[in-house]
C-alpha cells in the first residue's frame, strides 16, 4: 500500500484568495491524481497530475483555476485560485498501487 | 459514458440487522470495481477489488459480490462502528483513475 500525506487538513479562506493543497506519498509514482468531493456528492475527478508534464484536466476544470506542480514522483500541489464560495468542497490527492490510495483530503471553506 | 449507481442513498440499521448495498454500473470495458469506506473528515479507505462476474470478496462482516451489471456489499450483523459512507468506483480498461458513485450512508443504531 502507498501511504499519502496531505496538508492542509483544512483551511478557510477568503473569497478571491488562493490556496496551495500538497500531497506527499511514500512511494514514487508515476500518476497522481486531484479529485473534488463537493458537500454531499461523490469524488470527481479533476486532474491527472505526470511527473515531467502538463496535468491532464477533465471536463469543467481548467489549469488557470487549479494550476497543479509535479517536480517528483513522490510530491504533488494543486492550487485552488481565485476562490469563490463554490470551491468549497473536499480536495483530494490519490495514488494508484495496486488499488487506489487516499489522503486524508483537505476540507476548503470559502467564505 | 460511464454511470456508477448506488442505492439507497441512506441506510439505518439495527445492530445485528443484516442488509446488503447495490451498485450498478454501465461502464464500456470494466477493468476493476472497488469499494470504499469514508468516515467523515477522512479521505476513502480502500475495501475490496473486483474484477469478473461472480467473483465475490470477504473481510469480516463485509462481502462484495460482482455481476455483469451490479455489485453488492452484503453486511452481516453490522455494529457501530460499521457506520460510514460506503462508496463504490469502477475503473474503465485502460484508464487509471476511478469513476465513483453518490455513495451509501450506513448508520448502524446500537
Known amino acids: 500500500s502507498a501511504v499519502i500525506s496531505q496538508k492542509p487538513s483544512r483551511d478557510i479562506c477568503q473569497r478571491g484568495t488562493s490556496l496551495t493543497i500538497q500531497c506527499q506519498v511514500d512511494?514514487?509514482?508515476?500518476?497522481m491524481f486531484w479529485y473534488r468531493q463537493q458537500p454531499g456528492q461523490s469524488l470527481t475527478l479533476i486532474a491527472t497530475?505526470?511527473?515531467?508534464?502538463?496535468?491532464?484536466?477533465e471536463s469543467g476544470f481548467v489549469i488557470d483555476k487549479f494550476p497543479i506542480s509535479r517536480p517528483n514522483l513522490t510530491f504533488s500541489t494543486l492550487t485552488v485560485s481565485n476562490m469563490s464560495p463554490e470551491d468549497s468542497s473536499i480536495y483530494l490527492c490519490?495514488?494508484?498501487?495496486?488499488?487506489?490510495?487516499f489522503g486524508q483530503g483537505t476540507r476548503l471553506t470559502v467564505v | 459514458e460511464d454511470q456508477v449507481t448506488q442505492s439507497p442513498e441512506a441506510l439505518r440499521l439495527q445492530e445485528g440487522e443484516s442488509s446488503s448495498l447495490n451498485c450498478s454500473y454501465t461502464v464500456s470495458g470494466l477493468r476493476g470495481l472497488f469499494w470504499y469506506r469514508q468516515d467523515p473528515g477522512k479521505g476513502p479507505e480502500f475495501l475490496f477489488t473486483?474484477?469478473?462476474a461472480g467473483e465475490e470478496k470477504e473481510k469480516e462482516r463485509l462481502k462484495a459480490t460482482l455481476t455483469k451489471k451490479e455489485s453488492f456489499l452484503h453486511i452481516t450483523a453490522p455494529k457501530p462502528e460499521d457506520s460510514a459512507t460506503y462508496l463504490c468506483a469502477v475503473q474503465q480498461t485502460g484508464a487509471n483513475n476511478l469513476f465513483f458513485g453518490t455513495g451509501t450512508r450506513l448508520t448502524v443504531i446500537p
Open positions: 473486483l474484477y469478473s
Open positions: 490519490s495514488v494508484v498501487w495496486g488499488e487506489a490510495f
Open positions: 512511494s514514487q509514482v508515476t500518476m
Open positions: 497530475a505526470n511527473q515531467g508534464s502538463e496535468a491532464t484536466y
